[in-house]
């Protein structure tokens, strides 16, 4: 009878075993990929780059569909670089956290959550003007309102948008219109000829 019952039981916890082996396989092989992630961009980034993801969160699909060419991003930061290593200065709608303000974050803490990532350079502005411009915007709150003529606020791409305006006003982003708003889509950033695509991860 034991012997029987082992051909049962093993065969059985095999079964249930496996799912806990596939997932510890697929978030080590996930960390994996983050770190490359953060190896290459730590070898080529340079400050004021502007570095886009697409993220794993529900706003990143409504996001990345406002763009109409270019789908592959849904969020953007600006580059930044110091003695302490590389910071993403971002404007986060993370309500629910207590994150809905412009930030800097960690290079890694940004791209955790990227399933692709893109980093771009402005022709022809300084970079450093730009992240100076960036770090003076930090703990601005997050534009729920969506509205480009009120520089107190920013979303995501905003925050570009308001550096530019300052920095180079002859640089216009497009836009879209969405529910009677212009909005900066990623694409902006993406597919303009006014930025180099340094690299693209996935």
């Known amino acids: 009878m034991k012997f029987k019952v082992r ?5 059985f916890v095999c079964v249930l075993a496996a799912p806990v082996v596939l997932i510890a396989a697929l978030h080590f092989k996930r960390i994996t990929l983050v770190q490359d992630y ?32 270019d789908k592959r991003f849904s969020h953007l930061g600006v ?12 404007a986060e709608g993370l309500a629910w956290k207590g994150k809905d303000f412009v930030n800097a974050v960690p ?4 791209v955790r959550p990227a ?11 300084d970079g450093e003007k730009i992240a100076e411009e960036a770090q003076a915007m930090i703990g601005k709150p997050f534009d729920w309102d969506f509205n480009l003529n ?8 905003e925050l570009l948008y ?14 879209v219109a969405i529910f009677g708003r212009d ?5 902006a950033v993406s597919a303009s000829p006014l930025f180099t695509e340094v690299l693209f991860l996935e």
């Open 7 to 11: 051909y049962v039981v093993i065969p």
């Open 38 to 69: 953060i190896n290459t961009l730590q070898s080529c980034a340079r400050e004021g780059d502007i570095l886009c993801r697409l993220g794993d969160r529900t706003w990143s699909l409504y996001f990345k569909g406002l763009s109409k060419e």
């Open 79 to 90: 580059v930044h670089i110091s003695d302490n290593g590389i910071t993403v200065i971002n």
């Open 107 to 110: 290079l890694g803490e940004f």
């Open 115 to 125: 399933r692709m990532l893109g980093l771009y350079r402005l022709n022809g502005v």
């Open 150 to 157: 009120n520089a107190d606020k920013v979303y995501c791409t």
């Open 162 to 175: 308001v550096v530019l305006k300052k920095l180079a006003p002859e640089i216009a982003l497009p836009t």
């Open 183 to 187: 909005i900066v889509p990623l694409e």
